[in-house]
């Protein structure tokens, strides 16, 4: 770090920063007083210069410091303001005023915006809350896409307390509004409860509602001249507008780690640079000149793509370098780097916790010191491929530890998708796309023209991204691995390389100096002596390199295998809301998941408007999530315990994102779209379907018994998958026995199957053996779980599986009482949040739940 300071200062800035976010009060006190021991002790012991010293206990000091106000100070002040605790306000009706902080962002039959509050119930405040205004009729849809930001809006409704992750490893969506500084949500329900007024005044709102007008005047000019998918997908790579990508293109791209092509970042803003200065030397200005307008005009291209992280700090750091050199100074990539993320941090700590601020500074500084010690091993390459390649491979591996941590896959065919469409994207299409834009906002056919040609470059982007999305094998999933874990890849990464720079300069000759006067068997001895004394000073860095690989190979492997089990066995049960979702890991290894889910919808051909743009599916956004961060790379069985939209729905994107063996279902079908989509899904990837009936037995391994008690059928009845509407009576009910532990699982059976399950004499000895947790069926509903049922089995615990506030009224009070009356203890997802079974030898069973 010697000559480099602020550098030193920003890196100690960013450690102090983090541990203040992961630690607090007594804690952190320890810590800080620690590495101030540290400190003077390699002060003491190492001889290091007390100007490094106190530069970095400041650092340290002044970042954990500045945290913890910051922080501290992110408290909610409308309780206080209404007379309320928090649990009062909640629920709460209220009216409100305020001002439009952000863009109203309409999506079916709802509009979202932040709303800079100013008063409740006639108390003066000064908070932010996030407003969703239910949409009545589409008429009020059109009317709300007229609200901008600045305007004032009055509103009435209720407030609550964002949601808090159900499940663990879910997403936590309290905790990110709080980094927002959002502390409420405001609930609206139709127009009549608002009144928006436009601002008469200018004020610095203006600027971003005049911003606004301007972007979304110029996402109309892209509809008006590129065809769909097109359009949608210039809008992500011009302005950084990723609503209106086709989904299914996005998600194609999201496989292949393409997505930062979609995300406006430092490409495009070197794009935007590199246009300008073209653009601007054509009207033969002097450097100077042409450098300061693309200094003044690097802020507003921030500004109209939509002022995320990525863009700030590819932004501030072009403006530094630009500045540098108009001054004729030394640019330095780190001092630039570290400036900026000096400034971001200091105007918003919590920038430090974004995916996107933390994954453009760590590629850019990867670049910056990675790729110099990458070029010496491609010098064999022709120069120009050589640089792009060591730029792709580097950006590749300086951000795969955060990427699997935040989103849990690579793909394998990354390097290459990227190093074959990343040139054409920011050195063709883009440039086009910018051109086509500018042409067509004077003259409509030429800016077609351009665009014509920046769709058929689309295309064969879209043909190749497609092609490389039928070699789902290339994708890898990885559980979220340790913060120790990524620092020990980034040493590692450094160090292979850095040996691997000294290895490649070793095995070319020292350049010869020959004077005239030495004759030449002197010069040629010289030459060995530098020779051999190059060799003795790398020898022992040659030994180090494989062990130091192996050790990297090794931490690789730790990272792709998933938590250890220690000889226990798990059983999840996860909050999928008003469903069912239950995970299995036996002692092996082996992971069952039964059901997944489902969203319901019972809307009506004709409120087709209040469709979201990407509706809420529970499978895609909460199971398939909590599947990859939990390092699970296959499933070994998927079960339907029957075809019910709330346990099967959610499964459809099981099937599409986690390579599954096989496919057990209760030998009935539904003739429902969404069942037919999964069957047919299976078929196509060649998932073994197996019918499964009572009297049969399922082995995972040696630990683990799947015995079937329901539905009865005999084979030959199952062979001709009869059509079944009421499929709560077929519902498949097993007893998993795991580790000596014995879980009933029921699906929705009713009261029916419950006799006929204890009165069939195949399932007498299962019966008689009892179970120890029982899952009660159809989530609590009266329809199941008889007196009968639940004294005969003899379980100590009951499990409920209900979402919180559904309409349903789930679960029934008489079944809730009946339980009790048996002496079980009742666990509730509606109320605890994902329900973890931990299930050792010898009966014990450890037991927690998200929600305390």
């Not at 501290?72 to 928090?86: E, K």
């Not at 780690?257 to 803003?269: E, F, K």
């Not at 220690?566 to 979702?581: K, T």
Request: glycine share 6%.
């Amino acid at each position: 770090m010697q000559g480099r300071p602020l550098l030193l200062f920003t890196l100690c800035w960013v450690v102090g920063s983090s541990t203040a976010s992961l630690y607090s009060g007594h804690r952190l006190g320890w810590l800080w007083a620690g590495m101030t021991v540290l400190l003077l002790a390699s002060k003491v012991l190492l001889k290091v210069r007390w100007g490094v010293v106190v530069m970095v206990w400041t650092a340290f000091t002044l970042s954990g410091g500045y945290w913890e106000w910051h922080d501290h100070s992110n408290v909610t002040s409308l309780p206080s303001a209404v007379n309320q605790d928090i649990t009062g306000l909640s629920q709460m009706m209220v009216d409100a005023e305020g001002l439009i902080a952000t863009t109203v962002e309409v999506d079916g039959d709802r509009a979202d915006m932040n709303v800079n509050l100013s008063e409740i119930n006639s108390s003066v405040v000064s908070e932010t809350v996030l407003i969703q205004v239910k949409l009545l009729t589409k008429e009020e849809q059109q009317e709300a896409g007229k609200w901008q930001r600045g305007d004032t809006i009055k509103l009435k409704g209720s407030l609550e307390v964002p949601a808090a992750a159900r499940n663990y490893d879910g997403f936590d969506y309290r905790n990110y509004l709080r980094t927002k500084e959002i502390h409420w949500i405001m609930k609206v329900k139709g127009l009549q409860n608002t009144e928006v007024t436009t601002p008469t005044s200018w004020s610095m709102m203006s600027l971003f509602r005049v911003n606004d007008a301007l972007r979304e005047k110029m996402a109309s000019k892209i509809d008006e001249l590129f065809h769909e998918p097109h359009a949608g997908y210039m809008k992500g790579l011009i302005i950084g507008m990723q609503d209106d990508v086709d989904p299914e293109t996005y998600g194609q791209f999201s496989q292949l780690g393409l997505t930062h092509i979609l995300a406006v970042s430092g490409t495009h803003v070197a794009v935007y640079v590199a246009c300008l200065m073209i653009l601007l030397s054509l009207f033969r200005l002097s450097r100077e000149t042409v450098l300061t307008i693309v200094i003044l005009l690097v802020p507003c291209y921030v500004l109209l793509t939509g002022f995320s992280p990525s863009v700030v700090r590819s932004g501030i750091m072009s403006m530094i370098t630009l500045y540098a050199a108009r001054r004729g100074l030394l640019k330095d990539g780190l001092h630039i780097i570290s400036a900026a993320a000096l400034m971001m941090l200091i105007w918003n700590p919590y920038l430090l916790l974004n995916v996107s601020f933390q994954l453009s500074f760590i590629v850019t500084l990867g670049l910056i010191v990675y790729v110099p010690l990458t070029m010496s091993l491609l010098a064999r390459l022709p120069r120009k491929f050589a640089g792009a390649l060591g730029v792709t491979v580097i950006a590749q591996l300086t951000s795969f530890p955060l990427t699997i941590y935040y989103f849990n896959q690579f793909s394998l065919l990354s390097v290459v998708a990227n190093l074959l469409l990343v040139p054409l994207i920011s050195l063709l299409v883009m440039p086009l796309g910018m051109i086509s834009l500018a042409i067509g906002s004077i003259w409509v056919p030429g800016g077609r023209c351009v665009a014509w040609v920046a769709e058929w470059l689309d295309n064969i982007t879209f043909t190749v991204v497609g092609w490389m999305n039928t070699y789902p094998a290339f994708i890898t999933i990885w559980s979220s691995p340790s913060i120790l874990w990524i620092c020990c890849y980034y040493i590692l990464l450094y160090v292979l390389l850095r040996l691997g720079k000294l290895w490649v300069e070793h095995a070319q000759p020292p350049p010869m100096s020959i004077d005239d006067t030495v004759p030449l068997e002197d010069v040629l001895h010289s030459q060995q002596r530098k020779i051999e004394s190059r060799s003795n000073k790398l020898s022992w860095k040659q030994f180090i390199v494989a062990p130091l690989l192996l050790l990297f190979i090794v931490l690789l492997y730790k990272g792709y295998q998933p938590e250890p089990l220690n000889g226990a066995g798990i059983v999840s049960f996860l909050d999928v809301g008003q469903g069912d979702s239950i995970l299995i890991t036996t002692p092996k290894g082996k992971n069952i998941l039964v059901d997944g889910g489902g969203t319901v919808s019972f809307r009506k051909q004709e409120d087709s408007w209040k469709n979201r743009k990407v509706p809420f599916e529970v499978g895609e956004k909460v199971v398939v999530p909590l599947l990859k961060k939990r390092g699970i790379h296959h499933l070994d069985a998927v079960v339907l315990s029957h075809g019910d939209q709330d346990h099967i729905g959610g499964l459809q994107a099981v099937l599409d994102h986690i390579p599954v063996k096989a496919l057990l279902f209760n030998g009935t079908l539904t003739h429902t779209v969404t069942m037919e989509k999964l069957l047919s899904t299976a078929l196509v990837k060649d998932i073994p379907i197996y019918a499964v009936h009572n009297t049969m037995v399922m082995q995972p391994d040696e630990y683990t018994e799947m015995i079937f008690l329901s539905p009865e059928m005999t084979q030959d009845e199952q062979m001709e998958l009869p059509i079944v509407k009421d499929q709560n009576h077929s519902s498949l009910v097993f007893i998993l026995d795991m580790n000596g532990v014995r879980v009933l699982l029921t699906g929705d059976m009713d009261i029916a199957n419950e006799m006929n399950i204890l009165r069939n004499e195949a399932n007498v000895a299962t019966v008689l053996e009892g179970a120890d947790i029982i899952k009660i069926a159809h989530h609590g509903s009266k329809t199941s779980t008889s007196e009968e049922w639940l004294a005969r089995w003899k379980a100590t615990a009951a499990v409920i599986s209900a979402g919180f506030n559904n309409s349903y009224g789930h679960p029934k009070p008489e079944v809730v009482d009946r339980i009790t009356e048996q002496g079980m203890g009742i666990f509730r997802t509606d109320q605890q949040g994902e329900i973890q079974m931990r299930l050792y030898h010898h009966d014990k069973v450890w037991v927690r739940n998200k929600l305390k």
